[in-house]
């Protein structure tokens, strides 16, 4: 069987689950669709209907930008489970050349952005360590 090679795992995947924490120290997930490039993870907010324009995942990482991001790939055969975690610091990027990368790279991987605009900012994740598991 061929090595695990968690970052490329990790980049294939077509969604990661985003964790922060808020400053009453609770910890608050959410799923992002993200790109990957130099250890450096991208993500950003869309225009697809959100509750709230004020996200509290924007506001986490103001506040804490130590962050986790968590893919797993499950499969009723359990010798083929595997999981990558990314564990880095995060920024909020409201214009400049971080957020046309992060456009760039997003739009490359999800053909859903020809169809939805990539209006808000991007968030990069400079992956201090990666971590996996593998069946």
Known sequence: MAEFDAPAMFAQAPVATLATVGPDGAPHLVPVVFAVH??????????????TH?????ANIE?????SLLVDHYAEDWAQL????ADGLAAVHHSGEEMAVGYALLRRKYVQYQ???LNGPVVTIEV????????
């Open 54 to 58: 004020r996200l509290r995942r924007l």
């Open 38 to 51: 130099a250890d450096v993870v991208y993500t950003a907010i869309d225009a697809k209907r959100k509750s």
């Open 82 to 85: 595997w999981w990558v975690r």
């Open 128 to 135: 201090r360590r990666w971590t996996s598991w593998q069946a």
């Open 63 to 67: 506040g804490n930008p130590r962050v």
């Open 115 to 117: 169809r939805i605009a």
